[in-house]
């Protein structure tokens, strides 16, 4: 292996960072916490496999690992009021790097309502990860319909207002929607 070649761009080492963090959830034996960094990695990895560029992964990565830190390390508030931080401040996140992906490739509004439709699906697909974790675990995620709704509502709406204020703040010069 020629190491002149190697090169480590932050998104690898955001990538890296997250591994780690889920080594030591395996390591105190949180298996909860696993779950959601296996969601966050698998996550990312296939927004790189479908072309999202670091200036859109970056940014979610490094925020998916403050979620994950807020959530399993050093809660803010209550359980409940901390999940409903961590699933906004997620689909903001995702919202965000979805905007910033489709914008460049189709006109507006088109790109912002497939984003917040693509946000409304990754938050479904985030619960049925939860579901398929704590299962397959025996975690202490214990997922019901009640907490799912909630914590797909409040992804989705994390996600349209990222997406809406990715509209806001992009110039309109230059852009796929001018």
């Given at each position: 292996m020629d190491v002149r070649r190697l090169h480590l761009d932050?998104?690898?080492?955001?990538?890296?960072?997250?591994?780690?963090?889920?080594?030591?959830?395996?390591?105190?034996r949180?298996?909860?916490?696993?779950?959601m960094c296996a969601l966050c990695i698998g996550g990312l990895l296939a927004a790189?496999?479908?072309?999202?560029s670091n200036r859109a992964l970056l940014p979610l990565a490094i925020g998916l690992g403050l979620i994950l830190w807020m959530v399993w390390i050093d809660p803010p508030t209550t359980p409940r009021r901390t999940s409903t931080l961590a699933h906004a401040g997620g689909g903001a996140l995702v919202g965000w790097a979805l905007?910033?992906?489709?914008?460049?490739?189709?006109?507006?509004?088109?790109?912002?309502?497939?984003?917040?439709?693509?946000?409304?699906?990754?938050?479904?697909?985030?619960?049925?990860?939860?579901?398929?974790?704590?299962?397959?675990?025996?975690?202490?995620?214990?997922?019901?319909?009640?907490?799912?709704?909630l914590d797909i509502a409040f992804g989705t709406l994390g996600g349209a207002a990222t997406v809406a204020?990715?509209?806001?703040?992009?110039?309109?010069?230059?852009?796929?929607d001018a």
């Open positions: 932050p998104f690898s080492i955001t990538i890296g960072a997250l591994l780690a963090l889920a080594v030591a959830f395996v390591t105190t949180n298996g909860a916490a696993l779950v790189r496999l479908a072309g999202f905007a910033e992906y489709l914008r460049a490739r189709m006109p507006w509004p088109r790109w912002g309502v497939r984003a917040v439709v693509a946000v409304f699906a990754l938050t479904i697909l985030w619960e049925l990860g939860e579901v398929v974790g704590d299962a397959v675990l025996s975690t202490s995620l214990d997922p019901e319909s009640a907490d799912s709704a204020l990715a509209r806001l703040l992009w110039p309109r010069q230059g852009s796929v």
